[in-house]
């Protein structure tokens, strides 16, 4: 996960980070099943870490709300919740809002604080794969996006139509959505894009 989030950072904003040497860039990398994260300045990788959040965690039939298939950590965090969700179920709204709201917090932490700001949260074990050390003194990075979540995010920032709510059979639409609205983790998509808008990357 470490590789994938370097690879990630050098492929979506190296470009972007040496061009504006003074700024340290935070590269999410969201994707179906993980957000990969690499926190860089100059075009130099420091720091990488990887939470178990993306899209593909919970499938459903492309164009609606019928689940096909659930990741054992959805399923644990439904689980948790008290919301049954099973193949075969409608994925309701406030289903769909709860693990939306555990995942938006948990990358709120994690790009606030690192992510042993998850170790005392609920969940926290279970989302964290690399843990990402936090943010030194100084400025806060810029949040970048890539993945196809990532690509969504700057998609729906420039005004794009995406029609409905599950055209690729995943939650990828409403997590771009999520991440757009939040104060944390939308702040920066206006003022720093990368060139290639977020799309998916070869290195």
Known sequence: PRLESWLAFMGNVAELSRGNPHVPFLNLDVG?????????QGGEVSRTGCLVIGARHVEVVPG???VTRLSAEARAIFEAL????????????????????VW???????VL???AALASRRFGDLLVEAPLEGPESGAAPA????????EL??????????PGETPYGDLGVPLARRILSSPVLGAHVSRWAPEGGGRAVAY
């Open 32 to 40: 179906g099943g993980t957000t990969n994260l690499a926190l860089g």
């Open 82 to 101: 008290s919301v049954p969700v099973c193949p075969g179920d409608e994925l309701t709204l406030p289903a769909a809002t709860a693990l939306l709201d």
């Open 113 to 115: 604080g690192g992510t």
């Open 143 to 150: 949040l970048v996006y890539s993945g196809g979540v990532g």
């Open 153 to 162: 995010v700057y998609r729906l920032s420039r005004g794009e139509e995406i």
């Open 64 to 66: 609606t709300r019928r």
């Open 104 to 110: 938006i917090a948990a990358l709120e932490a994690a």
